[in-house]
């Protein structure tokens, strides 16, 4: 079975200042997908990035990039000129690329970052 | 285009009743899935239905049931509950079962006294 881990329960940084959120794995599958989702006080999860396995470059989405080491099976996220709006708990996700496994999202237990003005 | 909506938004309920939630995905998506969040268990799976089938389940015991409609809503059930049940449950859909991007409603906040 597939596990995630977020080894950081809170984080903080400074309005305008880059933050990494750490996210590692567990799989023996070869062919997956990687997630980042915001959970903000409205308790929705939003989708802020995602990456394929089979991609070697990183994936970029404006101001949120991420660092994916597939051999190292880690998965950070980076997020650059941080905003008070990125405040919430952030979660990372596996799902597997098998077709009976589609829609079945394996997360880790969260990160609480905190944004200081 | 309307978002994921799940009603009720909040609900109480003592040990023993059964509660119904409903999800309606997003005009045109055909997959919903459900996950239950806990402070101590986090995300979990629960199941995943699409064209009214479920195509996959979590391992959670057989008082949570699920079921999906034609028009792709789908309401979740638990009977017997338990003090343990009370969680936020979440409702996500896609566009089909091998779409990978899930969207989100912002759950029903079940309490169980």
């Known amino acids: 079975a597939q596990t995630v881990t977020q080894s950081q329960p809170e984080m903080s940084v400074q309005e305008a200042e880059t933050v990494t959120l750490s996210c590692t794995y567990d799989t023996s599958e070869s062919d997956y997908y990687l997630f980042w989702y915001k959970q903000p006080p409205s308790r929705q999860m939003i989708l802020v990035i995602r990456?394929?396995?089979?991609?070697?470059q990183n994936a970029t989405e404006n101001r949120f990039s991420v660092n994916f080491q597939k051999a190292a099976k880690s998965f950070s996220l980076k997020i650059s000129d941080s905003q008070l709006g990125d405040a919430a708990m952030y979660f990372c996700?596996?799902?597997?690329?098998?077709?009976?496994?589609?829609?079945?999202?394996?997360f880790g237990q969260g990160t609480r970052l905190t944004i200081n003005p | 285009k309307a978002g994921v909506t799940q009603t009720p938004r909040y609900l109480i309920k003592t040990r023993g009743q059964q509660v119904t939630l409903s999800c309606s995905p997003i005009s045109g998506h055909r997959s919903v899935s459900w996950y239950q969040q806990t402070p101590g268990q986090g995300l979990q799976f629960l199941f995943e239905?699409?064209?009214?089938?479920?195509?996959n389940k979590g391992n959670f015991p057989g008082r949570f049931s699920g079921r999906q409609f034609s028009n792709s809503r789908s309401e979740m059930n638990v009977s017997t509950l338990e003090l343990g049940d009370s969680a936020l449950y979440l409702c996500?859909?896609?566009?089909?079962?091998?779409?990978?991007?899930?969207?989100f409603g912002s759950g029903t906040q079940l309490s169980v006294l």
């Open positions: 996500a859909s896609s566009l089909s079962w091998a779409n990978e991007k899930l969207f």
């Open positions: 996700a596996y799902r597997s690329d098998r077709v009976q496994g589609a829609q079945k999202l394996v």
């Open positions: 239905y699409f064209s009214e089938t479920q195509r």
């Open positions: 990456q394929e396995a089979y991609k070697q």
